[in-house]
Each structure stands twice: as structure tokens, then as C-alpha cells.
């Protein structure tokens, strides 16, 4: 299995950002896909996850700014970023689980992808 970010980048305060998380080796509708970012001196934190069924769901520092899809087509899933703040500055990574449900539980997620930074300054 292998995961790709792509998409990152430096953008202001209020700016949008699409990440992208090509995967191969995995079906992206099969499983709960999710995307977590860590930022210097924090722990990894779950920031949206969709589910086996399509169904979402997001950290509330997050609700109503990002969005998170996947298209079965392309075999990759989206985090479509609006309103973007400082806070958000952090390397985001793309995981994927083989369990059935979801978590925020990054222990949960057992491919990971190496990351695509986002700075908002």
C-alpha cells in the first residue's frame, strides 16, 4: 500500500488550500480513510475522516472550513481547506486503516503517507 500527499503549501491567513492523497495498493471506499497533521512540539491530531460509507467527520477546530472526499475513479481522497488560520500550519499525512469503523486514534491507521506541509502565514 502507498500513500502520496500532494498539495501543500505557504498561504495567507484566510486562504484555501486542496490536498491531494493518491493511493495505490488500496481501495479508497473500501475502508475509513482519514487526515491528521502534526505541527513541531505537538502530538498528531485527526482533523477529518471519511468513512467506508461516505460518512464524515471532522475535528471541531476544523468544522465548517475543511472538507474531505475521495473519488473512486481516481482512487484518492481530498482535504479541501478554506478559512485557513495560522493554527493550521502543520505537516499533513494521509492514513488509511484495514479495521472496519473509524477513530481519531492515529494508533488506528496502520498506512501512512510521508506528508505534504502546509503553512498559513
Known amino acids: 500500500v502507498q500513500l502520496v500527499e500532494s498539495g501543500g503549501g505557504l498561504v495567507q491567513p484566510g486562504g484555501s488550500l486542496r490536498l491531494s492523497c493518491a493511493a495505490s495498493g488500496y481501495t479508497v471506499s473500501s475502508k475509513s480513510m482519514g487526515w491528521f497533521r502534526q505541527a513541531p512540539g505537538k502530538e498528531r491530531e485527526g482533523v477529518a475522516v471519511?468513512?467506508?460509507?461516505?460518512?464524515?467527520y471532522y475535528a471541531d477546530s476544523v468544522k465548517g472550513r475543511f472538507t474531505i472526499s475521495r473519488d473512486g475513479a481516481n482512487n484518492a481522497v481530498y482535504l479541501q481547506m478554506d478559512s485557513l488560520k495560522p493554527e493550521d500550519t502543520a505537516m499533513y499525512y494521509c492514513a488509511a486503516t484495514s479495521a472496519s469503523g473509524w477513530s481519531w486514534s492515529a494508533d488506528y491507521y496502520n498506512y501512512w503517507g510521508q506528508g505534504t506541509q502546509v503553512t498559513v502565514s
Open positions: 471519511i468513512g467506508a460509507f461516505g460518512s464524515t
